[in-house]
């Protein structure tokens, strides 16, 4: 199997894909998620040499740029469709840009420290993208995630035309610090002490199938990507919960929460949870008035 990220957009889609993932494994299926930098080299040559900076006590994360496309309203078409066709806009599809996108930074975090935030606070809001077709989400998004071990990961998510773009993890440890797009590990004055040499850098869109149809050809049981996959889905998650709402989010209770918000029956003529008001604007979470708990 191959999932795309996100592979959900709430906690109940999570647990939906937590409950699939212990089956997989259980039947031995090979399962690959595309957060692919896992299947990159300069990332898995990094991840080897981790130990290089020490414990790893604080990290920062950024998916900042312009911003995506937009797909106007074509006449004829029912709420489902519209939706579905200009899915970025709508969190029960997208997840918002921090779930949809950001999710590969959280996830090269998370790989990293080898576990995932136990809490999250941060803010957001809608700045530059408020047209009728941009729906209900965000445009730029700062969480605090906290780790067990009390580190820290300040991370950014931003889509604004005209702005700096930044894609990029630091990893910062007590004897040094990963620049994961630099590809390099430097110790705590700046010195280089290891480059990944980037022109031998393979496509990892095209790595992680070679490696999955691989395994698949030869009968063998490589890849269990699902249950990560979902974790980091979380991540994302959770820090959208704590900017929509302005308030901090424990890991625990939101996983666990059983939130839904799909739609209750999935068909073109299916009545949405997220509907447009009479000017065709479609009502975004306020922080300090949106809630969860």
Known sequence: IFM???VATD???????????????????NVVV???????????????????????????????????????RKAGQTEMEYQMRNWYYFVWLCGDHITEQHIHNLDVINWFKGGYPVKAQGFGGRQVRKSKEHGEIFDHHYVEFHYADGSILNSQCRHMPGTSSKVDELLVGTKGK????AARITDLRGKTIFQFDKSKER???????DELFAAIAKGEYKYADAENGAYSTMTS??????TYSGQEIEWDKAINSGINIA??????????????????????AIPGKTTYF
Not at 12 to 22: I, P, T, Y
Not at 40 to 61: E, V
Not at 203 to 209: A, S, V
Not at 237 to 242: D, N, V
């Open 203 to 209: 496509n990892p869109y095209q790595t992680e199938h």
């Open 11 to 29: 906690p109940a889609g999570v647990q939906r894909v937590l409950a699939a993932a212990k089956i997989a494994k259980q039947k031995k299926l």
């Open 34 to 72: 595309g957060l692919q930098r896992h299947y990159q080299d300069s990332y898995r040559a990094l991840f080897a040499k981790k130990d290089m900076i020490g414990d790893i006590t604080s990290m920062q994360a950024w998916w900042n740029n312009d911003g995506v496309w937009v797909r106007p």
């Open 4 to 6: 795309e990220k996100p």
């Open 178 to 181: 990963i620049y994961c797009d």
């Open 237 to 242: 998650i959770l820090g959208r919960m704590a």
């Open 263 to 284: 739609p209750s029956r999935f068909a073109w003529d299916a009545d949405m949870p997220s509907k447009p008001d009479a000017n065709g604007e479609y009502a975004a």
